[in-house]
């Protein structure tokens, strides 16, 4: 494990735990979608906060436990999707996506109490010592020109064993990149509160 990579997302995701209570308005719980959506292929995997379909801050969020029926792993998933056309009118995305390993039967058993799930549990889930980073994907204003095709700004998609590898430059690199995002999209958030 990257201790030092661990301690950081965990600040950036209580940040994006804080900007779903200011955002609430934009957010519905798993229980609303499922009622709505019966059928739906998140039901009795998922529990937390989601985005609602159009959103006035144009932030997707996503502040949820997932622990899929036909896997034997369950995480605590916290993103923040920002996005917007540059000056060239093509599209780009700000984005953070933090996955932390969880105890399935600890995410079952919050998936049973869907309904009265609250934040302040998420963020309990989020500080047990036990729940460490797993994933991280963070583009930092990515996109493709309209025109030529090409890849703008810069994606990155870590698995926990590439989380591990990471050297210190590297980790130190990827909280840089991961502060600006957050910084990009909480302007953008704040924005929409006040």
């Known amino acids: 494990m990257n201790a030092q990579l661990n301690q ?3 600040i950036v995701a209580d940040k994006l735990i804080a900007m779903g209570r200011r955002l609430h308005d934009d957010m519905e719980t798993w229980q609303e979608v499922q009622d709505r959506v019966p059928d739906s292929s998140s039901k ?3 529990t937390g906060f989601v985005a609602k379909p159009h959103t006035k801050s144009g932030i997707e969020m996503n502040l949820d436990v997932i622990a899929p029926e036909e896997e034997d792993t369950a995480k605590l ?3 923040a999707i920002h996005a917007f056309k540059d000056e060239s009118e093509n599209e780009r995305f700000n984005n953070i996506q933090l996955g932390y390993a969880l105890d399935r ?3 079952q058993d919050l998936i049973k109490q869907s309904k009265s799930l609250s934040l302040d549990d998420l963020a309990n889930l989020l500080h047990d010592p036990n729940n460490t980073i797993s994933e991280i994907t963070i583009s930092d204003e990515t996109g493709r020109e ?3 095709q090409q ?3 810069k994606r990155y998609d870590l698995d926990d064993k590439d989380i591990a590898s990471l050297n210190e430059a590297d980790t130190m690199q990827l909280i840089y990149v991961m502060e600006n995002v957050l910084s ?3 302007r953008i958030a704040n924005n929409q509160v006040q």
């Open 8 to 10: 950081a997302t965990k």
């Open 44 to 46: 009795n995997t998922t």
């Open 77 to 79: 998933r916290i993103w």
């Open 105 to 107: 039967t600890q995410a």
């Open 146 to 148: 309209e025109k030529s």
């Open 151 to 153: 890849t703008l700004g």
């Open 184 to 186: 990009n999209i909480e």
